[in-house]
């Protein structure tokens, strides 16, 4: 089944109420998992999609694809006006953020650990080579940020244990991109560790490429909603919230994927 809309944000303005009611009242689980991922939850929308037939019914709607394995929503009126209607992209409450911090980090290092197993044993393409990824304890200690200094460091941390040592590692193997390479393998995962290469390259460079350019803009349009910078509240960790979420639900989907 499929809605019968039109497939431009002129016309679909006139029926989002309508389409939207319909979800609500006959649909509700579905409407409720379209609400998590509108608001930017992809990593609790990834975990609660394991239990239900929710995912297949989005699809089945027209509502739901995926991109390099990373669900998303198709009509980004109706995404906009879910999201709008829910209070806006999600973000962790203050209060919350340590605690927040110290389950997600950690968990983090535990499922990509357990994602190399799965790798070795599916004898698939290694992501770090024999000794993992180094400086696990620095990785471990990251902490809630509240400014833009303190994201730097957090995104530095990421790039230098995440991506800088598949780089070594393709290095060593004489095979210089070997990073870009694991698209093709990882396309999930690698989505998670371009977003960490490309925020460190505006964080520690003055001057950046086009093409890196063109791609910062581009995350930072998905992760903050299409809202400007500057228009968002607690940009710095809204912005590490995105990034440890989407590599969160990227372990997932890897995972997941070679189970």
Request: proline letters at 6%.
């Amino acid at each position: 089944m499929r809605w019968p809309w039109v497939v431009r944000d002129s016309d679909l303005c006139f029926y989002c109420e309508h389409v939207v009611s319909e979800l609500r009242q006959f649909y509700p689980d579905e409407y409720a998992m379209l609400e998590i991922l509108a608001r930017r939850q992809v990593s609790d929308f990834v975990e609660l999609a394991r239990e239900g037939n929710w995912v297949r019914h989005l699809k089945e709607y027209g509502l739901l694809d995926e991109r390099s394995g990373i669900p998303y929503i198709t009509i980004p009126v109706i995404e906009r006006y879910v999201a709008e209607r829910a209070g806006g992209i999600y973000s962790v409450p203050p209060s919350s953020r340590k605690q927040w911090a110290s389950r997600r980090v950690p968990n983090i290092v535990h499922d990509l650990r357990a994602l190399e197993r799965r790798i070795d044993l599916k004898k698939q393409p290694p992501l770090f080579g024999p000794n993992s990824f180094p400086e696990a304890d620095k990785l471990a200690a990251i902490k809630a940020v509240n400014s833009e200094q303190e994201f730097n460091n957090f995104i530095n941390v990421l790039n230098r244990c995440l991506v800088e040592s598949i780089d070594r590692f393709g290095q060593h193997q004489g095979q210089p991109n070997y990073f870009w390479d694991l698209k093709k393998n990882y396309p999930a995962l690698f989505a998670a560790l371009e977003r960490i290469r490309v925020y460190r390259h505006n964080a520690m460079h003055s001057f950046l490429l086009p093409q890196v350019k063109e791609k910062l803009a581009a995350y930072l349009n998905i992760d903050l909603g299409k809202q400007k910078p500057s228009d968002v509240p607690d940009l710095w960790f809204v912005l590490q919230q995105r990034v440890l979420d989407e590599l969160f639900a990227a372990i997932q989907i890897e995972t997941a994927r070679l189970n």
